[in-house]
T-cell receptor, first 111, second 114 residues
Framework: QKEVEQNSGPLSVPEGAIASLNCTYS??????FFWYRQYSGKSPELIMS????GDKEDGRFTAQLNKASQYVSLLIRDSQPSDSATYLC???????????FGTGTQLKVEL | ETGVTQTPRHLVMGMTNKKSLKCEQH?????MYWYKQSAKKPLELMFV???????ENNSVPSRFSPECPNSSHLFLHLHTLQPEDSALYLC?????????????FGPGTRLTVT
């Protein structure tokens, strides 16, 4: 079982719709979770962090965490073509020294 | 300069060459990291430094040798690499180690080994 799993996509949504990106993780002791956005040919850019169960909102982005289900998600409201990128889920493990990444979900926002 | 910078941005080297990648962070952070990103694979953590001390070596071959002379600079020395080492090498930094410390990435060095 992979430590952090994401559907590779591509996930296609129309402009203005809600994009829902999902991630599951295997280490039940994980406590810190991050979403990064990576445009093609660029480095990952941190967009959200979440540490406790529930929802965390920042602008058009909402991160959701359910530790019991070992599940973290990212919602993007009013999706724009500029949101088209690969979204990486990352989980802090190994006593807090190791950030483990999923392979990423490619999001395409279509006009 | 702000954030995390990396040089060179692109590097082509032969298998017998020796080269070094440089990373500098301007964020006042105390922890720095090297990651490798290959096509279709997740980012792989290579090394972690905290206050210039190496705290994590993620089973990386000895042809990769890190150096952290101070909390703002991190190097990755490369020698006798293999073609499969071609990848994007990313440096990151965080305020500290442990929970709730967010990592910020540099632009990366695209390495091609011929």
């Amino acid at each position: 079982q992979k430590e952090v799993e994401q559907n590779s996509g591509p996930l296609s949504v129309p402009e203005g719709a809600i994009a829902s990106l999902n991630c599951t993780y295997s280490d039940r002791g994980s406590q810190s979770f991050f979403w990064y956005r990576q445009y093609s040919g660029k480095s990952p850019e941190l967009i959200m962090s979440i540490y406790s169960n529930g929802d965390k909102e920042d602008g058009r982005f909402t991160a959701q965490l359910n530790k019991a289900s070992q599940y973290v998600s990212l919602l993007i409201r009013d999706s724009q073509p500029s949101d088209s990128a690969t979204y990486l889920c990352a989980v802090l493990t190994g006593g807090g020294n190791k950030l483990t990444f999923g392979t990423g979900t490619q999001l395409k926002v279509e006009l | 300069e702000t954030g995390v910078t990396q040089t060179p941005r692109h590097l082509v080297m032969g298998m017998t060459n020796k080269k070094s990648l440089k990373c500098e962070q301007h964020l006042g952070h105390n922890a720095m990291y090297w990651y490798k990103q290959s096509a279709k694979k997740p980012l792989e953590l290579m090394f972690v430094y905290s206050l210039e001390e190496r705290v994590e070596n993620n089973s990386v071959p000895s042809r990769f040798s890190p150096e952290c002379p101070n909390s703002s600079h991190l190097f990755l020395h490369l020698h006798t690499l293999q073609p499969e080492d071609s990848a994007l090498y990313l440096c990151a930094s965080s305020q500290g180690l442990g929970l709730n410390y967010e990592q910020y990435f540099g632009p990366g060095t695209r390495l091609t080994v011929t």
